[in-house]
């Protein structure tokens, strides 16, 4: 599968299906207001202008529902 890039810009990991953010928690159980970015393949904690891995698939943005997000 070929990646797909932007004219105006190269494909960046916010494009991916996988992106998404959650709330990490604070030390007393709480989450945070603040919020993070995530890549559901990897694991990874990602920045938003990442370029692309050979897993990314295009999407349509950064999904709100990070944690029910189904890797096929």
């Not at 953010?21 to 990874?44: A, I, M, Q, V």
């Not at 897993?55 to 950064?62: A, D, L, Q, S």
């Amino acid at each position: 599968m070929a990646i797909i890039e932007y004219p105006s810009r190269p494909a960046k990991c916010k494009d991916c299906i996988y992106c998404g953010y959650y709330h990490p928690l604070k030390k007393n159980g709480e989450e945070s207001r603040n919020y993070r970015h995530r890549c559901k393949r990897t694991g990874k904690d990602i920045l938003l202008t990442d370029r692309v891995c050979d897993n990314w698939k295009m999407g349509c943005g950064i999904p709100r529902n990070y944690n029910h997000i189904k890797i096929e």
